[in-house]
């Protein structure tokens, strides 16, 4: 669930200066892909922005913080700004984004840019507080974005630093706009015309002009100066004088005394305590601090000229500005330590409340409370895990005791179920022994069935077939019908292993039921999965032209639940390849075979193996032995460096002997005889495949009679 504020621009105060010089350059922003804006904090970057958006229909607004460098909340957060800004134009990547159904960000943003070319008109999205992201992978697939993205497409983007998005090369080819600090700085006309509207008596120009140069036109300083001489502590020059030269980073001391001294105790407690919030409402606002009448105390500090900013049109959110908000979350850690827990418990309460429980947890973790976090992860971690808050999820679990796992199995398995995600499948067996080892009174048998059913998919994911029958059997055995996802999971595994057994009928029939399952519970990758599987039976099956139906059925499931940029979208446009290229219809098995390696543009290159190896076969069926050769480099060097299933390795020796075959070179085929071993049995078309591999080289070798041996095996 996302959190509205995050995605609404700020609201224009009637009583801000309008920086009509700065609106004027800002007005060309359509003829350029970026305009950025950079300057210190205080400066005036998004109250500048939000003038020039106002009246601005075609405009998305993303605000970030800290948590904004988790990938997939970034991308969930960029797609609704977008699609605020479309009317809901962009409809597949918004579903892709919600559902966390792609391969990378910059996929994600490729998808993204394939709907926008339907949109015709100009468009901005604007990024607040960019200097906040510090994870590389977000800015390599912003500077993709910035690349690729439509010609009606404006990116702005404010931020305190220079940000890592290709400026220099934007530069030169005349697509920036910059305004930066000395230009957001007041003009001597601009100070005049910001004291008038806040002071109740004017102050005369050519003070206004020294104070304005005393503070080099900070905006901040400004408003720190209107604020003490309304509360008549200081003298507008008294107080420019102090404020000259400081930055940023010296304010704490005059804050303290120019506004926190400056409030009732009351005030004081209530701007410390909420400043824990990134953003608030009326109901945070009432939890957290205790007073009544939230919205009434956040208007009064609005009024007060405290640093506190609408972030909708509606007036239900706010929050302070980030200058003045560090200041207070720092002051609360020193002034309300010891109540600081109790405080983060109060939000997490009220967020929860709310119905966001990322915003919970980060409260939760910072509250220390483990109990609570626990909580809040048996009530929300699988909706969690379910929308890839990966990265939250793993923080959470490591913050708790081992003890408060062992007491709630459910938060184990969570934790195992995140590892094999991640491939870690020694590590998911080592964590479920111990977890099983040391639980004193594990729930009867179904948590057990449960680690059962992870650990046949990960043995099946790790190449034991007979291991993950038998854990796959005990899971089924043990789980109750209502525990849909794990009987899923068995029973898919189930009908792997029987495929790889070569029991195709009966693994058929595990495929189909594990799709009926799947589509009912709306487990859609599992669907995909069993539909694939199901193709794949009946291609060795000879029923090509129900493969190809199947198929079909598996394409139509991508498209509706948005799912092409799974890895698994590859596979599928694999064995349409091989279906074709048995129908002798190369052009489009090599298209298909393509379209697979487009689909793995983003994952790591030994993924490509397959798709490699049927760009060869056509290659080699067209007699284009050139081709064929500088593809097979390729694909040898991959072979030397990964680690494959049998059936891979089994297609690509395939095309690496008929390639042999047809140049006659029988020592390559011989060098390979000797380093191959052979397969034990040959009761699947994985391994019946290798053994005509095997007695392809020896025919080429003349070792004739055991090449018919060979071949015998594979009858």
């Known amino acids: ?163 890592q998005l290709g400026i220099a090369n934007l530069r030169v080819r005349d697509q920036l706009l910059e305004i930066g600090s000395q230009q957001l700085a007041f003009t001597h006309q601009e100070a005049k015309q910001f004291f008038d509207c806040r002071l109740s008596s004017p102050i005369e120009a050519a003070e206004s002009s020294r104070i304005c140069d005393d503070v080099s036109g900070w905006a901040t300083a400004l408003q720190l100066i209107a604020l003490s001489a309304r509360q008549n502590t200081h003298s507008a020059h008294k107080s420019a004088r102090r404020l000259a030269g400081i930055n940023a980073s010296h304010l704490s001391d005059y804050l303290v005394d120019e506004v926190l001294d ?205 291991e993950a029958e038998r854990l796959a059997k005990l899971a089924l055995e043990e789980l109750p019908p209502g525990w849909f996802y794990s009987r899923i999971v068995a029973t898919s595994v189930l009908g792997e292993v029987l495929h790889c057994k070569g029991e195709l009928t009966r693994s058929l029939a595990l495929m189909q ?24 039976i009946l291609f060795a099956q000879g029923f090509l032209q129900t493969a190809w139906e199947t198929q079909e059925k598996a394409f139509q499931l991508i498209n509706e639940q948005h799912l092409e940029q799974l890895p698994m979208h590859e596979f599928l446009v694999r064995i349409r390849a091989q279906l074709l290229w048995a129908w002798a219809r190369l052009d489009e098995a090599e298209a298909s075979a393509r379209s697979g390696i487009e689909v793995l543009s983003s994952y790591q290159p030994q993924q490509q193996l397959q798709c490699l190896a049927m760009l060869i076969q056509c290659s080699l069926a067209r007699g284009d032995l050139d081709n064929a050769r500088s593809q097979l480099n390729r694909l040898e060097n991959l072979l030397g460096n990964g680690k494959y299933h049998s059936d891979w390795i089994s297609n690509a020796n395939k095309v690496r002997v008929i390639y042999w075959q047809m140049t006659g070179d029988k020592a390559a085929a011989a060098n390979w005889l000797r380093h191959t071993a052979k397969p034990e049995f040959a009761n699947n078309h994985f391994l019946q495949g290798q053994w005509r591999n095997i007695a392809r080289a020896q025919i080429l070798l003349g070792e004739f009679e055991p090449g018919r041996n060979c071949s015998r095996r594979t009858q």
């Open 262 to 466: 400056n409030v009732d105790l009351a005030t004081r407690h209530f701007l410390l305590k909420s400043a824990i919030l990134r953003s608030m409402n009326d109901a945070l606002i009432t939890r957290v601090t205790g007073e009544e009448n939230g919205q009434m105390r956040l208007e009064e500090i609005e009024r007060q000229g405290l640093f506190l900013q609408r972030m909708d049109d509606t007036g239900e959110w706010f929050c302070y500005h980030p200058l003045f908000g560090n200041f207070l979350r720092q002051r609360c850690q020193w002034e309300l330590a010891a109540e600081l827990p109790e405080i983060h418990r109060a939000a997490a309460e009220s967020w929860m409340a709310q119905g966001f429980p990322s915003e919970a947890i980060h409260h939760a973790l910072a509250a220390g409370d483990a109990l609570m976090l626990r909580d809040i992860l048996l009530n929300h971690a699988w909706s969690l895990f379910n929308h890839s808050e990966l990265s939250l999820l793993e923080e959470s679990l490591k913050a708790l005791p081992w003890d408060s796992l062992l007491e709630n199995p459910q938060l184990v398995l969570l934790q195992a179920w995140l590892m094999q995600s991640q491939h870690r499948y020694g590590e998911v067996n080592t964590l479920l022994a111990r977890a099983e080892h040391e639980i004193k009174d594990i729930r009867e048998d179904t948590m057990h069935a449960e680690f059962n059913a992870l650990r046949a998919q990960v043995a099946i994911n790790d190449g034991n077939p007979d």
């Open 513 to 536: 039921q594990t799709e009926q399952m799947a589509r009912q519970h709306d487990v859609w990758h599992y669907a995909l999965w069993s539909l694939i599987q199901q193709s794949e």
């Open 1 to 163: 669930m996302l959190i509205p504020s995050k995605l609404s621009r700020p609201v224009r105060l009637d009583h801000t200066v309008v920086r009509e010089r700065l609106l004027a350059k800002l007005s060309g922003a359509n003829n350029f892909r970026l305009a950025l804006i950079t300057s210190p904090a205080g400066y005036g970057k998004t109250t500048l922005i939000s003038q020039w958006a106002a009246g601005k229909n075609d405009i998305g607004w993303y605000s970030l913080d800290e948590g904004d460098n988790q990938q997939e909340r970034f991308a969930s957060y960029l797609i609704a700004a977008v699609q605020q800004a479309t009317n809901g134009h962009c409809a597949i990547c918004e579903t892709m984004a919600q559902k966390r159904q792609y391969a990378s960000l910059t996929s994600l943003f490729a998808q993204l840019f394939i709907e926008l070319a339907e949109w015709h008109s100009p468009l901005y999205l604007v990024i607040d507080d960019y200097h906040l992201i510090t994870n590389p992978v977000i800015h390599e697939s912003m500077r993709f974005f910035i690349r690729h993205q439509p010609e009606n497409l404006t990116l702005v983007v404010l931020s305190r630093n220079l940000p």
